[in-house]
T-cell receptor
Framework: NAGVTQTPKFRVLKTGQSMTLLCAQD?????MYWYRQDPGMGLRLIHY???????AKGEVPDGYNVSRLKKQNFLLGLESAAPSQTSVYFC?????????????FGQGTRLTVV | RKEVEQDPGPFNVPEGATVAFNCTYS??????FFWYRQDCRKEPKLLMS???SGNEDGRFTAQLNRASQYISLLIRDSKLSDSATYLC?????????????FGQGTTLQVKP
């Protein structure tokens, strides 16, 4: 019963390095999201997807790219990491619309950029 | 201005107290509303959806006022286990369909 799985769970990057965070869900959800969480800032939406092959910008998209080539996977890329991207990253998926929609989250990826 | 705003707190209350959290949202295209709970360094989890008519789940009551673009959460008879951060969440419709926006969260500490 995996739900939403994020890999890796922890990572330390040097400034300028690139990396990809993987989010996988096994609930056949259409909607997927990437957030970052910094102290006192709550969760801020980076990018989201409303279906396979679609992506859209969230509140803080700069410095990140995403792809949704398969319905179950949503990838977040950092092309050239900066210390300001040190954060906890959460992925989520949901069925989409409606008052009873529930978003399920992965356990988070703790990224440090030095 | 953030699309969803909450008083960050912290709210420090004794066990058994009643505590209320407020949230305002700015986008009139907001379709659905939720309260999530987040424990320290863990992922957020759905606490309850918020319906226009108001809804209750045990000690928790949620209210929505679409005219004022205001959402509230009331916790009665607080327990130590209620200590957490409570996140107000809005799901958008229209040109931003599917966009799920979180407030910055309100921290609750329930003390013996």
């Amino acid at each position: 019963n995996a739900g939403v799985t994020q890999t890796p769970k922890f990572r330390v990057l040097k400034t300028g390095q690139s990396m990809t965070l993987l989010c996988a869900q096994d609930m056949n959800h259409e909607y997927m999201y990437w957030y970052r969480q910094d102290p006192g800032m709550g969760l801020r939406l980076i990018h989201y997807s409303v279906g396979e092959g679609t992506t859209a910008k969230g509140e803080v998209p700069d410095g990140y790219n995403v792809s949704r080539l398969k319905k179950q996977n949503f990838l977040l890329g950092l092309e050239s990491a900066a210390p300001s991207q040190t954060s906890v990253y959460f992925c989520a998926s949901s069925t989409g619309q409606g008052a009873n929609t529930e978003a399920f989250f992965g356990q988070g990826t703790r990224l440090t950029v030095v | 201005r953030k699309e969803v705003e909450q008083d960050p707190g912290p709210f420090n209350v004794p066990e058994g107290a009643t505590v209320a959290f407020n949230c305002t949202y700015s986008n009139s295209a907001s379709q659905s509303f939720f309260w999530y709970r987040q424990d320290c360094r863990k992922e957020p989890k759905l606490l309850m959806s918020v319906y226009s008519s108001g809804n209750e789940d045990g000690r928790f009551t949620a209210q929505l006022n679409r005219a004022s673009q205001y959402i509230s959460l009331l916790i009665r008879d607080s327990k130590l286990s209620d200590s957490a951060t409570y996140l107000c969440v809005v799901l958008l419709w229209g040109s931003n369909t599917g966009k799920l926006i979180f407030g910055q969260g309100t921290t609750l500490q329930v003390k013996p």
